[in-house]
């Protein structure tokens, strides 16, 4: 699918996973894989809890850091930025 196609169906989704106070613990980033797996194209959604404790920069540019690390880690694409909301998307862009 190309990121015209993605973005148009990522506007419908809801936040399915929320990276609350914890942070990025091991059942979160398992939560996370187990629902990219399965649905290819997931909205997750940073509380201002947990940015808080990422440091002095924007808000804006510690949810861009938190979507690359996870896209890094599993190897997904970052879709959109919005807020404290990212699309992260898994597979093949190609097909």
């Known amino acids: 699918m190309i ?3 993605l973005l148009a169906q990522s506007n419908s989704l809801k936040p399915i996973v929320h990276i609350g106070k914890s ?3 091991d059942s979160v980033l ?3 894989k187990k629902h990219l797996k ?6 997750i959604k940073c509380l201002s809890f947990y940015l808080d404790n990422l440091g002095e920069v924007s808000n804006k540019e510690k949810v861009r ?3 690359q690390s996870l896209s890094d880690k599993l190897n ?4 959109q930025v919005v807020g404290f909301t990212f699309t992260l998307y898994y597979g093949n862009r190609n097909k």
Request: zero cysteines.
């Open 65 to 67: 850091m938190v979507a």
């Open 3 to 5: 990121k015209k196609e």
């Open 38 to 43: 399965k649905r290819k194209l997931i909205k």
């Open 23 to 25: 942070g990025l613990t």
């Open 30 to 32: 398992d939560e996370i």
């Open 76 to 79: 997904a694409e970052i879709i």
